[in-house]
């Protein structure tokens, strides 16, 4: 049987309790019960992660948060707000390498050719 989402459960000493319903009147012998040991006892309905008093007040607070129009989005709501490439600077770094390196094979190139003729390079 799938976890139920939305129930009536009972509350003694301020923490829940096993007994859980999906309607009221199913609960409440048990709640009279538990009430005779534990006076502030308390029946609430459980849905959406929170304790109402009543499936009414879940449903209007429900309605409330659907009527609500969204909070307006900052340029800071994104991770990585500037929108800038995580990768880039790995990219800019190999081609700082490359380009080094190229200088190096130049430099070296021009320096073994300099005492040769024009042309005399390999083909």
């Known amino acids: ?26 609960l409440l012998p048990t ?12 029946l609430k309905y459980f849905a959406r992660g929170r304790l109402w008093t009543s499936p009414e007040e879940a449903r209007q607070a429900a309605e409330a948060a659907r009527r609500r129009p969204p909070a307006p989005r900052g340029r800071e709501w994104r991770p990585g707000g500037d929108h800038r490439d995580a990768r880039q600077r790995f990219t800019d770094a190999k081609k700082a390498r490359n380009l080094k ?12 050719q300099k005492g040769k003729p024009p042309g005399s390079g390999r083909r």
């Open 101 to 112: 390196q190229r200088r190096q094979r130049f430099e070296r190139r021009a320096k073994s």
């Open 1 to 26: 049987m799938p976890p139920r989402f939305a129930y009536w459960t009972i509350i003694a000493g301020g923490l829940p309790t096993a007994f859980r319903a999906a309607v009221q009147a199913e």
């Open 31 to 42: 709640f009279k019960r538990i009430k005779e040991k534990h006076p502030d006892a308390e």
